[in-house]
């Protein structure tokens, strides 16, 4: 196991379009979780899925942000008509549910840029 | 709602000198989990140290450690015999006992100097 995989490292786009980021997490973890960092901040929470149900959406994921995990294995996050405020990383994590104590996997992140 | 304050946007230790970061949070709860995340230039996020608050004991890592006050609701790492790869951006993570999500502070850019 590679540890949590996350595609594509950098994307750049237009205001306005579509973009869609993958997660591939640690294959024994049940549990998913996104999050966007902006620059000079911590990670701030979007949502979390455990198995493939999506239990938590923070009020920052607008309804321009879905995120899916069919099947319980990877997870996509996609933004629909992006704005410069979008820019941003992009982190996804997974851990194990019965182990709250040993924290997260993080990925290395997608780094989205809106021009 | 629980929150996370790092008061340090940035420290500097010369080469194997000892640092501390420091880190308050705020909350209600009694069953926690406390966390210090490093996160490299240009490179993922990786657990250094943890603290369940149930337990008084500090935690140590090698030559990473915490002082968890936690009446004063306080958890500082402690970087002993410090060395050039652990300069990076620091984070403290709040997670309840009850919940999933974690809650970062803002985070210390730490350099280190020869």
């Known amino acids: 196991d590679t540890g949590v995989s996350q595609d594509p490292r950098h994307k750049i786009t237009k205001r306005g379009q579509n973009v869609t980021f993958r997660c591939d997490p640690i294959?024994?973890?049940?549990?998913l979780y996104w999050y966007r960092q902006t620059l000079g901040q911590g990670p701030e929470f979007l949502t979390y899925?455990?198995?493939?149900?999506?239990?938590?959406k923070s009020r920052l994921l607008s309804d321009r942000f879905s995120a899916e995990r069919p099947k319980g294995s990877f997870s996509t996050l996609e933004i629909q008509r992006t704005e410069q405020g979008d820019s941003a990383m992009y982190l996804c994590?997974?851990?194990?549910?019965?182990?709250?104590?040993?924290?997260?996997?993080f990925g290395s992140g997608t780094r989205l840029t809106v021009v | 709602a629980q929150t996370v304050t790092q008061s340090q946007p940035e420290m500097s230790v010369q080469e194997a000198e000892t640092v501390t970061l420091s880190c308050t949070y705020d909350?209600?709860?009694?069953?926690?989990?406390l966390f210090w995340y490093k996160q490299p230039p240009s490179r993922q996020m990786i657990l250094v140290i943890r603290?369940?608050?149930?337990?008084?004991q500090n935690a140590t890592e090698n030559r990473f450690s915490v002082n968890f006050q936690k009446a004063a609701k306080s958890f500082s790492l402690k970087i002993s015999d410090s060395q050039l790869g652990d300069a990076a951006m620091y984070f403290c993570?709040?997670?309840?006992?009850?919940?999933?999500?974690?809650?970062f502070g803002t985070g210390t850019r730490l350099q280190v100097t020869l």
């Open positions: 994590a997974s851990s194990d549910g019965r182990q709250n104590f040993y924290g997260y996997t």
């Open positions: 294959s024994e973890h049940n549990r």
């Open positions: 603290q369940e608050a149930y337990k008084q």
């Open positions: 909350t209600s709860e009694s069953d926690y989990y």
């Open positions: 993570a709040y997670r309840s006992g009850t919940a999933s999500k974690l809650t």
């Open positions: 899925f455990q198995n493939e149900a999506q239990l938590e």
